[in-house]
């Protein structure tokens, strides 16, 4: 049996090491620790809980916006206030267009490299590169004068030697296989996809002032104003700009990211049966399409089991909890028991080794992140678990999109269920974004037509209009997952706040039963063709999209070394 250390995981935000038992070629055994502490929750107690959306929104610079809804839900949650409409679209429009930017990053600035061998493409022929891109899709930048010079200006790279991102990796390894025309043209939209991204989070801009971390969120709505007769306000101008940055946003998605994943996953059918972790899904829902007390969702919450499709539980948050048996925490009536976020407490008592450590003391605590559970089973959550939820639910466009992909595949349902299927899932959900985001612009812009100007509710803004003491939920569909922000309001103040992350239902360690996380339960049967490149465990861990920072929060001030991969 060989022990093999990934340590820290890189293309990711935050801190991940992955411990692994491999043998006769595969993963027998396997356990994820985030080795930072977040202490958000207690930075936030006596605080005003109208600022805590500011704070929240810092927990990570990667997803920004998301903590920022999340925590005004629950606010809004515990003391009643009702955002007008238009707060409803300015949000939609900021989450989703959040989700189309993060994911397509991922795709290709996350993910890309564990499957596409940048070295490889300096062998490609730029004419038969742009024969293979013409064959997949009709996007402009496809000729082999175009292609040549992408290999050219990655030749100089190479050359220079400043390899950046590109220098730790594990270039030509045996488990890459696309030839070399199909890697040079990834590196290509790798690099197209640099520029595209920083131009469509204009949007970002436009909305919330600057992007990461926009400043428009309200307690009760938005801070920005709509009014087709200023120029400091949301107006036509505003409308058209952003909508020429959506109409682009489709483009790319249509003609580059959903013809690269499917042609790269040609290359990777057997990943089909890998990493199908915990079959158990859960999904808070997301985008509310009305103004009532429980709007239906564009995105429909749910809970799957067992993989049975068949079968879509409606989630009950009361059966959340979360167990720190194997977690850096302790709680004040014993670790062995699961605590409601409601009453969740965050009693950071650090019992692991000093780093640099050769092991983690896998049977006992081994992680700063607790272990979330929905009726005492893990849960995995993200796009894979929003798409499969609006597959089962009936979403038309998404049994659309699903049906073609595994069409084009040439695979069955099954292959939902694996390292594949959630890569897939993610350029689908993007791509069914993508082209939502225009009927929430059109809203809008009629609500400003009619001279409906609201954005804010000011009756719950004053805590005197607030119960004396009140709780409050408040949930999202982050671009990692399902997020929660539970706070209870004491005197105006707020007297417990507790978040559960996506990374936290995902990458937490085992719980009281003995039972893995998805992380851990994904890697079981992984492959692993060399331990001392352990690519394939990558593969897997990254097709979560880690984000470790939403997990734990201040590194720890030994430090830490930069990459170790070690083999035992």
Known sequence: MTHVVVDPVTRIEGHLRIEAEVDDGAVQNAWSSSTMFRGVELILKGRDPRDAWAFTQRICGVCTTVHAITSIRAVENAIGAEPPPNARLLRNLIMASQMVQDHVVHFYHLHALDWVDIVSALSADPASTASLAQSISDWPLS?????????????????????????????GHSAYRLPPEANLMAVAHYL????????????????????????????????????????????MTSISAMRKLIGEAKKFVEKV??????????????????????????????????????????????????????????????????YVTHSWFEYGDGDDQGLHPFEGETRPTYTGPQPPYDRLDTDGKYSWLKSPRYDDQPMEVGPL????????????????????????????????????????ARGLETLVLAEKLDGWLDELADNMGRGDLRIHDNSKW????????????????????????????????????????????????????????????????NPVADPEQPIEILRTVHSFDPCMACGVHVLDPAGRELVKVRVQ
């Open 385 to 424: 678990s929003r798409m499969l939820v609006a597959y089962a639910s009936g979403n038309p466009r998404v049994q659309e999109l699903v049906n073609y992909a595994l069409g084009q595949l040439g695979v069955g349902p099954e292959a939902l269920f694996s390292t594949l299927g959630r890569v897939a």
């Open 192 to 235: 197209e996809a640099l520029d595209w991204q920083r131009e469509f989070i204009k949007i970002h801009a436009i909305l919330g002032g600057k992007n990461p971390h926009l400043q428009s969120f309200l307690v009760g709505g938005m801070a920005t104003p709509v009014d087709p007769d200023q120029q400091a306000s949301i107006n």
């Open 462 to 525: 004053e805590p005197s209009s607030w119960p004396k003491d009140c709780t409050g939920a408040g949930f999202h569909e982050a671009p990692r997952g399902a997020l929660g922000h539970w706070v209870h309001i004491v005197d105006g103040e707020i007297a417990n706040y507790q978040c559960v992350v996506p990374s936290t239902w995902n990458a937490g360690p085992r719980d009281a039963m003995g039972q893995r996380g998805p992380y851990e339960e994904a890697l079981i049967a």
């Open 257 to 322: 990211y959903i013809p690269d994943l499917l042609a790269v996953a040609s290359f990777y059918k057997d990943w089909a049966g890998y990493g199908a972790g915990v079959g158990n899904y859960l999904v808070y829902g997301e985008y509310p399409e009305t103004d009532e007390a429980d709007p239906p969702l564009f995105l429909p919450s749910g809970i799957i089991r067992q993989r049975d499709l068949g079968n879509i539980e409606p989630l009950d948050q009361a059966k959340i909890n979360e």
């Open 143 to 171: 000729s082999a004068t175009y292609f040549g010079a992408v290999k050219e200006r990655l030749q100089h790279f190479v050359e220079g030697g400043q390899l950046g991102p590109f220098g730790n990796a594990y270039w």
